[in-house]
């Protein structure tokens, strides 16, 4: 499944940048109870309890920013297992200013296997469009100070 998408904030680029480039910092965007450890600047782990449907439980993750051009654009993998289920994501994202408002433009290519892919994709597509939205919209309340 590919979801792409854009997030507008008013705060500088390279703010934007770093936040969402930090673990600490993102943390608090994520809506499901979770867990993350830092293991160095470019890898992190941790737990998340999520589901789809009536599919619900514990998943352990790993992620490796695979590329950093500072201010400009990242890449991140992200591995994670549980309840008879796996999925790998390749993120992307690209951020650019004008006129004081910082755009993020993000694309994230996944693959799940398992229990959580027999769910059908149109209800995998519905809670993965849910849970970015609100990761997104915490991130611009942190981000504007609100």
Same mark, same amino acid.
């Given at each position: 499944?590919? #979801?792409?998408? @854009?997030? *507008? +904030?008013?705060?500088?680029?390279?703010?934007?940048? =770093?936040?969402?480039?930090?673990? &600490?910092? #993102? $943390?608090?965007?994520?809506?499901?109870?979770? @867990?993350?450890? +830092?293991?160095?600047?470019?890898? #992190?782990?941790? @737990?998340? &309890?999520?589901?789809? =449907?009536?599919?619900?439980?514990?998943? *352990?993750? %790993? !992620?490796? +920013?695979?590329?950093?051009?500072? =201010?400009?654009?990242?890449?991140?993998?992200?591995?994670? =297992?549980?309840? /008879? %289920? /796996?999925?790998?994501?390749?993120?992307?994202?690209?951020? $650019?200013?004008?006129?004081?408002?910082?755009?993020? &433009?993000?694309?994230?290519?996944?693959?799940? $296997?398992?229990?959580?892919?027999? +769910?059908? !994709?149109?209800?995998?597509?519905?809670? @993965?469009?849910?849970?970015?939205?609100? #990761?997104?919209?915490? !991130?611009?309340?942190?981000?504007? /100070?609100?």
């Amino acid at each position: 499944m590919h #979801f792409e998408g @854009t997030f *507008t +904030v008013r705060a500088p680029r390279a703010r934007v940048y =770093s936040f969402l480039l930090n673990p &600490k910092e #993102f $943390s608090p965007c994520i809506d499901d109870p979770h @867990t993350i450890e +830092v293991i160095d600047a470019d890898h #992190f782990r941790g @737990t998340v &309890k999520a589901g789809v =449907s009536f599919i619900r439980g514990n998943f *352990t993750w %790993s !992620a490796d +920013v695979k590329e950093r051009v500072p =201010s400009e654009r990242a890449q991140m993998a992200v591995h994670g =297992s549980g309840m /008879g %289920s /796996g999925f790998d994501v390749v993120a992307n994202l690209a951020v $650019s200013e004008a006129g004081g408002l910082s755009t993020v &433009k993000w694309a994230a290519d996944v693959q799940m $296997s398992g229990t959580i892919a027999t +769910v059908g !994709a149109r209800l995998l597509q519905g809670t @993965t469009e849910k849970k970015t939205n609100a #990761f997104f919209e915490n !991130a611009r309340r942190i981000l504007e /100070g609100h």
